[in-house]
């Protein structure tokens, strides 16, 4: 039992480029989400989903996209790559109850 | 508007004493409310969380301690170890379709030998 994955666990991108984050999970799990965790500043919610085919925006969409065509993946998209999202980007899931949220294992991201 | 407020951001103790962690939220709507704790390098974890039915829950070392009326919750760790040196989160939410778990800023445990 793998819980969360995400790829890659570290990259560098140029500004203006683009890159998809990768999160899978193989709990069966309906919600998933991904925060993003700047230093000293806690976790903020970038995007969610409630289930396959249905996202939503957290507290800062802005310059990310997600999507989820399977309960498995939920990938996240940086369009045009800057160094305000420089950070470390946390994918989670947990089923419908009030259970515990799993988390990856994080990607760091330096945008240079 | 910051819907959770957490502290001290920073704490050391010495080994064998009490770490005590304080969250204050917004929300009368929250009914869940979770620690989670992370070491460096690694995602966050789920701790110890209550329900606002009961004022306290104790596992092990950890307790947490709600006041509904003040809107506080808070995280006590006795006989703190070196190996609880971590960055611990409250973490409040509801039940409700469509909603997520807002995190406070965290506080960084040193506990020291």
């Known amino acids: 039992n793998a819980g969360v994955t995400q790829t890659p666990k570290f990259r560098i991108l140029k500004i203006g480029q683009s890159m998809t984050l990768q999160c899978t999970q193989d709990?069966?799990?309906?919600?998933m989400y991904w925060y993003r965790q700047d230093p000293g500043m806690g976790l903020k919610l970038i995007y969610y989903s409630v289930g396959a085919g249905i996202t939503d925006k957290g507290e800062v969409p802005n310059g990310y996209n997600v999507s989820r065509s399977t309960t498995e993946d939920f990938p996240l998209r940086l369009e045009l790559a800057a160094p305000s999202q420089t950070s470390v980007y946390f994918c989670?899931?947990?089923?419908?109850?009030?259970?515990?949220?799993?988390f990856g294992s994080g990607t760091q991201l330096s945008v240079l | 508007q910051q819907q959770v407020k957490q502290s001290p951001q920073s704490l050391i103790v010495q080994k064998g004493g009490i770490s005590i962690i304080n969250c204050a939220y917004e929300?009368?709507?929250?009914?869940?409310f979770p620690w989670y704790q992370q070491f460096p390098g690694k995602g966050p974890a789920l701790l110890i969380a209550i329900r606002p039915d009961v004022s306290e829950k104790k596992e092990g070392r950890f307790t947490i301690s709600f006041n509904k009326s003040a809107k506080q919750f808070s995280l006590h760790i006795m006989d703190s170890q070196p190996g609880d040196s971590a960055t611990y989160f409250c973490a409040p939410g509801t039940n409700q379709a469509g909603t997520a778990l807002i995190f406070g800023k965290g506080t960084t445990l040193s506990v020291s030998s």
């Open positions: 929300n009368t709507a929250f009914d869940y």
């Open positions: 989670a899931s947990r089923s419908t109850g009030w259970e515990k949220l799993f």
């Open positions: 709990m069966n799990h309906n919600y």
